[in-house]
């Protein structure tokens, strides 16, 4: 069965007075988990956007993404049964729930995110991201595994969470992989670090890897690009 989740009941908190992108939900600072990707990749760019509040119109791969993404929901909204979330896991007891861009937060840990498909059974729950390629990166696994943290911890669900990637547009699942206690814990202390960020505890590490920059959209602007020639 799709279920469409409906989410307008969510506490918003409000925007950090300073940093994009960031909310302050009751006392704790709240940013989006695609940022955990973004800080896999180079978490100085998150800087270079949110803290220096630079801005750059999306790239070819960024509109491309963002095309087939809305082409997918379109596509799912056709046939979807709009309900709660409490309806979603209340069917999921009993038979298999698809959903798209289902949301989570977790208070707790600061964070907050769509997840781009998720399939809730009796027994488990798989959780997805889509993705271009088919190569599982650490960084767009730690995506994954935040929305499960998330998942975990705000809707308490006690069920085993499986993490996925799939190639953007297709059903190809190129990485699925249990949520264990040791990729919780992993996770908890990334999130934690961007944390620290947030709060000016800890210092923004820009790449080493000269060809990340090379195809950074922030590349003409940062002061650590490492694909300048000498």
Not at 102 to 112: A, P, T
Request: proline share 3%.
């Amino acid at each position: 069965m799709d279920l469409l989740e409906l989410n307008s009941t969510y506490d918003n908190g409000r925007a950090h007075p300073t940093i994009h992108q960031v909310r302050i939900i009751g006392n704790q600072t709240n940013f989006p988990i695609s940022w955990l990707n973004i800080q896999g990749y180079c978490e100085y760019s998150i800087y270079l956007e949110n803290f220096q509040h630079i801005k750059l119109k999306a790239n070819t791969a960024m509109l491309k993404g963002t095309r087939i993404h809305n082409q997918l929901e379109e596509e799912f909204q056709k046939d979807a049964i709009s309900t709660t979330i409490d309806e979603i896991i209340e069917t999921s007891q009993t038979e298999e729930v698809l959903s798209r861009e289902f949301f989570v937060m977790s208070k707790e840990y600061g964070i907050r995110g769509f997840i781009d498909e998720i399939w809730l059974g009796p027994d488990s729950i798989v959780i997805i991201d889509d993705k271009p390629g088919d190569k599982a990166y650490f960084s767009m696994k730690n995506q994954v595994y935040a929305y499960a943290l998330a998942f975990k911890n705000s809707i308490c669900n006690d069920k085993k969470i499986e993490c996925a990637l799939r190639t953007r547009g297709t059903d190809n699942i190129f990485w699925r992989e249990e949520f264990t206690k040791e990729s919780e814990e992993n996770i908890k202390n990334i999130i934690q670090h961007v944390q620290n960020l947030i709060a000016g505890e800890d210092d923004f590490i820009p790449t080493k890897n000269p060809n990340k920059c090379r195809v950074c959209r922030f590349n003409k602007v940062c002061p650590n690009n490492k694909s300048w020639k000498k």
